[in-house]
C-alpha cells in the first residue's frame, strides 16, 4: 500500500474526525455526517477517499452502507513513520555521541 494517499487523506481535519468516529464501531453516512458540520455528500467524498486510500471498509448491510475503520490500512503510515524516525534519530545519536564540537563542525559544513 501507498502512504502517499493515506497521508494525504489524513492531511484533512474532516476525515481524521470521520476516522475517530469509525474507529469504534461500524457507522452508515448519515450518522457520520450527523457528527460533522458538513453535508452528507461532502462526508460521502471524505469516505471515498478514505476509502480509496484504504484506511476505511465500507460493507453493505441491507440497502445500508456501513464504514469502519481499516487496520491494515495504516501499515504503510507507520512502515513511512518508522524508517523516518529511525533515520533521524540515528543522526541525532550521532550527534550526541560525538558530543559538542562535531555539532558545531557539522553546522560550518
Known sequence: MN?????????EPHRRAI????????RPVGD???HLDITPQATSRHLKVLREAGLVDER???TRHLFAVNPDGFAAVQEF???FWAEHLGRLGTV?????????EQRRD
Do not use: M, Y
Open 81 to 83: 513513520l518508522a524508517g
Open 96 to 104: 550526541l555521541a560525538e558530543g559538542p564540537a562535531a555539532e558545531r
Open 3 to 11: 502512504p502517499d494517499a493515506a497521508l494525504k487523506a489524513l492531511a
Open 60 to 62: 453493505r448491510e441491507g
Open 19 to 26: 476516522l475517530t468516529l469509525v474507529a469504534g464501531e461500524a
Open 32 to 34: 457520520i455526517a450527523g
